[in-house]
């Protein structure tokens, strides 16, 4: 696990932990103090696929740079750093860092954040060389060129051939947000295709989670669409090889004041793509898992979790072949929140 931990009211770290899968104790503990000894935040963590590395990036105080992507890789048995690499944008504005993966063969880490190549904030996508640190290559995005790009999440195709980033998109002059995704060519840092989903005129949609299908095909994209004092949850299918819109799946209802769709998560073999989010219904905040049919975005299941006029908000969902994992924090009634951990049987 990784995140940020604090020495004092003005200087965090990184703070990365092993914990032994069995028993929980803890194995090794790591930080990263940035340049500056100012606020350093982790926000996302990858393990290569042979197990032998820990890459988590997130942003770091750079000083005269700003914030800064900050990336680093640990050996996942003694937690020894191995190298760092730091990436700041021409303009030396607030560069940050959101989500990182890594090639199936485990030769390139993919980092994406929001950074600022001018004066609004792009996609601005890296190639890193696992074995060094070493910046291979680096590629931006603006949808519009006259508004701000924040990129939520990252995944790479199973033959690691494209690296796909997608986030929030606002439409110009700085006017409501949509979904928007891009292709990027694994090798090269070439960019392929760029889409973005409009749910209607004025409307606004905020992208959460990204995941692409077993077979490479398909990639979809969840998050939550806005229209006046009405949200839903709003899932959409795209292409994998050109971007083409294949399905949009919005959920909610008249009970639902609020259903903002926050994580998804695919079975192993495919065949299921579940949606974690909230809802609300009158002073009860809960969590709400979806099942979809991937090809069609035809709904096959919902579960419902929350107690009356409590505040459960979900965080994140996993999935294996007969189970499906839903986890947040749920308010204990009395002083504070509790975590909250669901099971379900998938289907």
């Known amino acids: 696990m990784t995140g940020e931990s604090y020495n ?31 606020h350093d935040h982790a926000n996302s963590l990858v393990i ?32 020894t750093e191995l190298w760092s690499s730091r990436f700041t944008g021409p303009a030396n504005a607030s560069d940050v860092a959101v989500a990182v993966s890594v090639s199936p063969d485990g030769q390139k880490a993919f980092v994406t954040g929001h950074a600022y190549v001018s ?22 995005f603006a949808a519009t060129g006259t508004s701000d790009d924040f990129p939520t999440d990252l995944a790479v195709s199973p033959d690691g051939s494209t690296v796909f980033a997608a986030g929030d998109s606002q439409l110009p002059p ?23 989903y409009d749910p209607a005129r004025g409307h606004r949609a905020y992208a959460q989670d990204l995941e692409v299908s077993r077979d490479g095909s398909s990639i979809y994209l969840t998050g939550y669409a806005v229209s006046g004092s009405r949200i ?26 609020v259903a903002e769709g926050y994580a998804e998560a695919l079975s192993p073999d495919g065949k299921r793509l579940y949606v974690t989010g909230l809802v609300t219904q009158g002073f009860s905040d809960g969590y709400a898992t979806l099942s979809y049919e991937p090809l069609t975005g035809e ?29 947040g924090k749920a308010t204990t009634g009395v002083d504070g929140w509790d975590y909250a951990t669901v099971a379900y049987a998938a289907g």
Request: charged share 20%; glycine share 12%; net charge negative.
């Open 174 to 196: 700085y006017g409501p947000s949509n979904y928007a995704v891009v292709a990027i060519d694994a090798a090269s840092g070439r960019r392929l295709w760029a889409r973005r």
């Open 232 to 257: 839903e949850f709003a899932t959409v299918a795209f292409g994998a090889q050109t971007g083409s819109p294949l399905w949009v799946a919005r959920f909610g209802s008249p009970d639902y004041v």
């Open 8 to 38: 004092s009211p003005d200087d965090s770290d990184y703070a990365t932990v092993a914990m032994d899968a069995a028993s929980g104790s803890i194995r090794w503990t790591a930080r990263y103090d940035g340049p500056a000894h100012g």
């Open 299 to 327: 709904l096959v299941g919902e579960q419902f979790y929350g107690e009356p006029e409590m505040l459960d908000y979900p965080s994140d969902v996993a999935v294996t072949s007969t189970m499906v994992f839903v986890t």
């Open 119 to 140: 004066d609004n904030g792009d996609f601005v996508t890296l190639a890193l060389a696992t074995s060094s640190g070493a910046l291979l290559w680096e590629s931006a």
């Open 48 to 79: 290569t696929p042979e197990g032998s590395e820990v890459i988590v990036t997130g942003y770091s105080d750079g000083g005269a740079t700003d914030n800064d992507y900050a990336t680093v890789a640990y050996g996942a048995e003694s937690g």
